[in-house]
């Protein structure tokens, strides 16, 4: 990318979509005209391929949407209170807006429209790289038009407003929120995009006005941020520039580090984010090298499949993972700094947090929820010898989730002693080695008693009762400790010899 790239840049090598050609031809019957705008042209620059594209028409969005979807002979899908319509063509998401003009009321994100022109619409973009577009009009084909300097943003790693930043993020306030996730998303390990000094400290200013967001906007660009390759960046932006305390005042309590006589413990705002970088450069490698799985629900128990993609809930584990320590911390003269129990006390918010945050209450937060919960269990058994009594328990509570339980006590090791890291990751991987041979014999995950409530009541003719439960613990835990072999035969042997030391007798020989 060099100078010459912002003026009469001719785009055809990134406009070789058969639908440019279409949109255009369109443009020329309706007398009007059409432009690529938005992230499809940024990431033409950034050599990314775009999942979808936006089309802007200085004229009815809708109506042209129309009349491109008859002559490609595919469904649109208009969107009446947003004045936009989309359809697909060869698996790519395509829509359309009229160009347009925007003014807002402070008290909501939902501008008032009228219509406008494209440079009207570039200028109610959210940043400058997002505003460039492609003509698409026959005489000028794929000339870049870019008012506002952002190829040169692009090309500096600059993430700027068109308009006057206060402007933009009062007007909508989840432009800040995108502004952290676009250097977020954007930057590498050989280019950073820095949000500038101005954008910045009008976010600052601007940060309360996040409050008239509706949660389930907020969420969807935490997510996205979730699922970068250095999560960390954005929730670091976001504790910079005064934002967290309006999305995850929970996560804002991990921060500092308290000092009595003498004695200071970790500061866990930071670890949580190391360990947030630390799972998504794992996971992503794990990915590559296709040993992690997700499992849906199927009439036979789970289906089974490669992960191909970052899994979100597992992001958000790691996120939450510590959440219980500021509730848990206490100090001791003798021992110093502890925060036992964080990990149930954690586990008990997560339902709490996903609430106020609208977030699903599903089997979404009930794994994130496993995974807090869980995540101190794998280190006893790196720290003492792994027993199969103890690797069967672990499995048994983990089920399906283990590959991702393992994963997320991997990344929880963030001690400055690099040999020490090396040795515990290696622990980790002699469990997981353990793990395997346990499961191959005994078959433990999402294990079910052989032994039902239902069996019981009708084998000694007893109603509900608390004798049920006890009858059916003392078999699980007999299995669990190699006690019992986890068979229905083992287990009915068993059961009948417990309930004979109770006086019970079975109703067929009464």
Request: charge should be negative.
């Amino acid at each position: 990318m060099n100078e010459c790239s912002q003026n009469n840049v001719f785009a055809s090598k990134y406009l070789d979509n058969p639908i440019f050609g279409i949109v255009s031809d369109v443009a020329v019957s309706l007398g009007v005209r059409a432009f690529v705008i938005g992230g499809y042209v940024r990431d033409c620059f950034l050599g990314k391929k775009s999942k979808d594209i936006d089309i802007v028409v200085e004229g009815s969005g809708t109506a042209f949407a129309r009349e491109v979807g008859r002559r490609v002979h595919s469904r649109v899908s208009v969107f009446e209170n947003y004045g936009t319509a989309m359809l697909r063509y060869h698996h790519t998401e395509i829509e359309f807006v009229g160009a347009r003009r925007e003014s807002y009321n402070r008290d909501s994100r939902n501008p008032i429209v009228e219509d406008g022109t494209l440079e009207d619409d570039q200028l109610r973009r959210d940043f400058t790289i997002n505003a460039m577009a492609f003509s698409l009009q026959k005489d000028d084909y794929g000339t870049l038009v870019d008012p506002f300097g952002g190829i040169k943003d692009l090309d500096k790693g600059i993430i700027r407003t068109p308009a006057d930043p206060d402007k933009t993020f009062d007007d909508d306030p989840l432009r800040m929120l995108r502004a952290v996730r676009f250097a977020t998303k954007l930057s590498t390990w050989e280019k950073y995009f820095n949000i500038t000094p101005e954008c910045f400290a009008s976010i600052r200013r601007n940060a309360s006005r996040l409050q008239i967001l509706s949660k389930e906007r907020i969420v969807e660009e935490l997510n996205k941020i979730l699922v970068t390759d250095h999560p960390s960046m954005g929730f670091d932006l976001m504790d910079k520039a005064g934002m967290l305390q309006y999305i995850l005042p929970d996560l804002l309590k991990l921060k500092g580090v308290q000092m009595l006589e003498g004695r200071a413990h970790k500061e866990n705002f930071t670890h949580t984010l190391q360990v947030v970088d630390n799972l998504a450069e794992m996971e992503v490698e794990a990915i590559s090298q296709g040993l992690l799985h997700d499992y849906e629900p199927s009439e036979n128990g789970f289906t089974e499949s490669l992960r191909t993609e970052p899994n979100v809930w597992l992001r958000w584990a790691a996120l939450l993972h510590d959440i219980g320590k500021p509730a848990s911390k206490k100090f001791d003269p003798v021992t110093g700094w502890s925060f036992h129990g964080h990990e149930v006390i954690g586990g008990r918010m997560v339902p709490k947090i996903f609430t106020g945050l609208k977030m699903p209450l599903n089997e979404k937060m009930k794994y994130v929820q496993k995974l807090v919960s869980l995540h101190l269990r794998p280190q006893a058994l790196v720290t003492e010898e792994v027993t199969d009594s103890a690797v069967r328990r672990l499995l048994f509570e983990a089920g399906n989730d283990i590959e991702d339980l393992m994963l997320l006590c991997k990344a929880d090791i963030t001690s400055k002693n690099e040999h020490k890291v090396e040795v515990l990751k290696s622990n980790f991987d002699l469990v997981m080695g353990k793990i395997r041979q346990v499961e191959e014999k005994d078959a433990i995950r999402n294990w079910k008693n052989p032994i039902t409530g239902d069996y019981i009541m009708e084998l000694y003719g007893l109603p509900p009762c608390r004798l049920l439960g006890e009858l059916k613990d003392a078999i699980k835990e007999a299995i669990m400790d190699s006690e019992c072999d986890n068979t229905f035969e083992a287990a009915d042997t068993l059961l009948r010899r417990l309930a004979a030391e109770r006086g019970l007798v079975p109703a067929e020989k009464r």
